[in-house]
């Protein structure tokens, strides 16, 4: 084996990339990092030395490593192109990269944990109440409009556009957000979690998941 993705369970970039392997039934060990306060395994010396960011994921195939969600994804489309998940064809698939990345550039950075830790710690305030009901529903307004009618976000194939919304809607989730207002993107998060690749990367089923 020598694929290993460094994964914390609640990492939700994390979560994207466990998404994309199983879907490509790719064989890969993963390593825990912990991000949890108090244990910080992130910024030991020896993680730290592999990813100066000391962020999660983290991906390793034989001596190559690669940091950032996207670029690990990228990377594994020309590396094991075996099951796509970026269309062969434009305009689609500049439109999935597109959609990937309004979640990841747009609505996850304002709600991500050391985002809120700092809102919390600096400013006093709590980011998991109006701050963060209102960037995701302010990305998901977006992302509402370009989804298809399903059964994915672009149609009949899933592609890595469900990769991203699958974490963010478990994100919205866990803060309690009010849906009722995206029921496409609800309707296809339901259709994916039927499938065994996401219900294996679902945080619950990682073995670090505590």
């Known amino acids: 084996m020598s694929l290993r993705l ?3 369970w609640r990492s ?18 993963i390593v825990p990092v912990s991000l949890a306060p108090g244990v910080s395994e992130h910024r030991g010396t020896a993680y730290r030395e592999k990813n100066p960011q000391m962020l999660v994921p ?18 594994l489309e020309e590396a094991y ?6 269309p062969r064809s434009e305009p689609a698939r500049s439109r999935v990269r597109a959609f990937c990345n309004l979640i ?14 700092y809102i919390r710690k600096e400013f006093g305030a709590d980011p998991t109440g109006d701050w963060y009901t209102h960037w995701i529903h302010e990305g998901f307004e977006a992302v509402e409009a370009l989804a298809s ?23 919205a989730r866990r803060f309690d957000v009010p849906l009722d207002a995206f029921p496409k993107l609800t309707a296809i998060v ?18 670090d998941a505590g």
Request: net charge negative; charged share 20%; with cysteine.
């Open 81 to 86: 192109p075996g099951t796509r998940l970026l």
């Open 6 to 8: 460094y994964s914390y």
């Open 58 to 75: 983290y991906l390793e195939d034989g001596d190559l490593g690669i940091a950032q969600s996207m670029a690990i994804l990228e990377y």
């Open 149 to 171: 009618n399903g059964p994915y976000v672009f149609g009949n194939a899933v592609t890595l556009a469900d990769a991203f919304l699958v974490p963010q809607v478990y994100n």
């Open 190 to 207: 339901e259709t994916c979690n039927e499938r065994t690749a996401f219900q294996d990367a679902a945080p619950e089923a990682q073995s």
């Open 12 to 29: 939700s970039a994390a979560y994207r990339v466990r998404i994309a392997l199983n879907l490509k039934g790719l064989d890969y060990e």
């Open 104 to 117: 990841a550039c747009d609505i996850h950075p304002l709600n991500n944990l050391r985002v809120m830790n």
